[in-house]
């Protein structure tokens, strides 16, 4: 008989999902036989619960990450004529909390190493309309936040984290969520922490914001019926936050597992041909993404598919040249490293379902290559 060709999926939501199977259908249950399913004790109690992971003193549950951002801007009371500085080289949700609260957002170009932020960059973009600065830990390392932080203080600035894809994530030792202040994350399924559907948070430090965003996520109410200004409805559901503290137990181990998966990696791939991600000593990154370039890109991935291998890009169109955003007025070369970043990227498989079999497989055939 003949052996099955090893494949090696990109991710593998169920296979992470089912791992804790018993304690989300307890969870879910304990929900359904509550009676109560919006803003109830397993909200709470996440809240409480990661805003400890994170370090913070609030945390504050939401639909999905992108309200998150969007109504940390929309507490800081950034609105229509006002700029908020973003990378060039994100995910579009980024640029989109900003222009949701009707703010512009203003790009920077990344570091060409990191791939973030580039902090050098960014004072050239201040106009007297910048009201924050808004750095995003992509791939699940955190940006250079001190120098950040340094020239938001210099400028009168508020520094929002985009930690959508860094839970768990440490600059000098200090978890992501925790840097700046406030931060959004977001708990989509496949998120380090993911969700069984869309939900986010929160994370601050400062009580004014805390209270604000506890308004804006309810109709601008804490008293029902009540409405002290005009907010929205974004919460998060009673039923995945009882399933994302199952899931914030194991947290820690499957980052650590990620981490062993990079590492072997790391070891094992073809350093002439691959640029590996370049990771500085202040970072300990959880690996949301393990993002290697290289030149030939498109026919890298499809000769990786052919052997059973999934990769994905992360991301194909920066927002900058996508139909979004083209009444910015930014065209292709306004951003050449971003545009160049964009062309050569591929992330490999990576996450807590990969198994050791897994990850020398993928190293094999790059090797052969
Ligand atoms: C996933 C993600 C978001 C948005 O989160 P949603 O929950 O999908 O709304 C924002 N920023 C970054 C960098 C992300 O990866």
Not at 33 to 58: D, M, P, R, T
Not at 188 to 196: E, F, T
Not at 333 to 345: C, H, K, N, V, Y
Request: charged fraction near 20%.
């Amino acid at each position: 008989m003949q052996k099955k060709p090893h494949q090696v999926p990109f991710l593998d939501l169920l296979q992470i999902n089912m791992a804790h199977q018993t304690a989300i259908q307890t969870a879910m249950n304990q929900v359904l036989e509550s009676g109560w399913y919006i803003l109830g004790e397993q909200v709470n109690a996440f809240e409480k619960e990661f805003a400890v992971f994170c370090q913070a003193k609030h945390c504050i549950g939401v639909g999905n990450g992108l309200d998150a951002l969007h109504l940390i801007i929309r507490a800081l009371n950034i609105k229509a004529g006002d700029e908020v500085i973003v990378p060039a080289n994100t995910y579009i949700a980024t640029w989109l909390a900003v222009t949701y609260a009707g703010a512009t957002p203003v790009p920077v170009e990344p570091d060409e190493n990191t791939y973030n932020i580039d902090p050098k960059k960014i004072e050239n973009a201040i106009t007297p309309h910048t009201r924050a600065i808004l750095p995003v830990h992509l791939y699940g390392q955190t940006a250079d936040m001190d120098p950040i932080i340094d020239i938001a203080r210099h400028h009168h600035l508020y520094v929002i984290e985009d930690a959508a894809q860094a839970h768990g994530a440490r600059y000098k030792g200090r978890p992501a969520g925790s840097l700046g202040d406030a931060a959004g994350f977001s708990f989509y399924p496949g998120k380090n922490l993911g969700a069984l559907g869309d939900a986010g948070a929160i994370v601050t430090n400062n009580d004014h914001i805390a209270e604000r965003v506890r308004l804006l996520r309810n109709y601008g109410s804490k008293i029902k019926y009540t409405n002290e200004i005009q907010g929205i409805n974004s919460r998060l559901d009673e039923l995945q936050a009882g399933i994302l503290r199952v899931k914030l137990n194991y947290l820690d181990s499957e980052n650590q597992l990620r981490q062993k998966w990079a590492s072997y990696y790391t070891e094992h791939m073809p350093k002439e041909q691959v640029l590996l991600p370049y990771v500085p000593d202040a970072m300990e990154p959880v690996w949301h993404l393990f993002v290697i370039r290289h030149s030939h890109r498109d026919q890298l991935q499809s000769k990786l598919k052919e052997k059973g291998i999934g990769t994905l890009i992360h991301y194909p169109i920066p927002p900058h040249i996508s139909d979004a955003y083209q009444s910015l007025n930014l065209p292709k070369g306004t951003f050449p490293l971003t545009e160049q970043i964009a062309s050569e990227i591929l992330s490999l498989p990576m996450g807590p379902h990969l198994t050791e079999a897994d990850v020398e497989y993928v190293c094999n055939i790059m090797n052969t290559l």
